[in-house]
């Protein structure tokens, strides 16, 4: 019988230090959660544009500057489009006209490996908690939160001769990767770490 009150003392002690820590996090910390009506958040995007500019940044062609091309994606994302429209930039601001087919002295084929995004997160807390006990829900407490994105493009580009379809060059793998860290410490303290240009507000 002792050891049964015990731990009926225990278990009221153990929510009533719940409440003390509950009631000023309830009034004073609100949890934000990132929403979007679109497939991806901007910050996704962002990560993802970023990633495939990397990749471009040492790419070098042995191409006559001036030569007229033309370009087309290969890969298994639907995102392949707007990439597609980035290597036709890079095109552009080094000095290749991008042209139809027919026009076009060389074909540049964008071979997509890998492009997209992955997701991560550490938790350390209590997670919010719902009960037909109490006629309240608990908050969330977070002692230590971790939301790791990354985004990451791997493609390369092959130039053939536009009238006879033969192989002239193959790049080396161009590989880009751009991150965004947010953190939250001790329910209240919240920063990010993340080398996208410019760095966006934090979510958390």
């Known amino acids: 019988m002792t050891m049964g009150k015990d731990r009926r003392r225990s278990s009221l002690w153990t929510w ?8 000023p996090t309830a009034m004073g910390c609100s949890i ?15 990560l993802l544009s970023q990633a495939v500019e990397r990749g471009l940044s040492n790419l070098s062609l042995p ?32 000095g290749y006209p991008v042209v139809g087919t027919k026009g076009a002295a060389v074909t540049v084929r964008l071979l997509i490996h890998a492009l997209g995004t992955e997701h991560g997160e550490s938790f350390v807390g209590m997670p919010s908690i719902t ?7 608990l908050p969330e407490l977070t002692l230590y939160r971790a ?10 580009l092959e130039l053939t001769d536009a009238e006879t379809g033969a ?16 953190f939250t410490v001790m329910l209240w303290f919240t920063f990010q770490r993340t080398d ?4 966006p507000a934090a979510q958390l």
């Not at 192989?167 to 947010?182: A, D």
Request: proline share 7%; hydrophobic share 45%.
């Open 147 to 156: 939301a790791r994105q990354r985004g990451v493009a791997r493609y390369e």
């Open 32 to 46: 934000m959660q990132e929403r979007t009506n679109s497939p991806m958040t901007s910050v996704e995007q962002l």
């Open 167 to 182: 192989l002239l060059y193959r790049s080396q793998l161009c590989e880009g990767t751009v991150f965004l860290n947010q």
């Open 63 to 94: 191409l006559t500057p001036g030569t007229p091309v033309s370009v087309k994606a290969f890969g298994y994302t639907p995102d392949k489009d707007f990439a597609h429209r980035q290597v036709e930039s890079w095109f552009l601001a080094h």
């Open 131 to 137: 009960s037909v006990l109490i006629p309240f829900a």
């Open 196 to 199: 996208l240009m410019p760095a």
């Open 16 to 23: 009533a230090v719940l409440l003390v820590m509950a009631g």
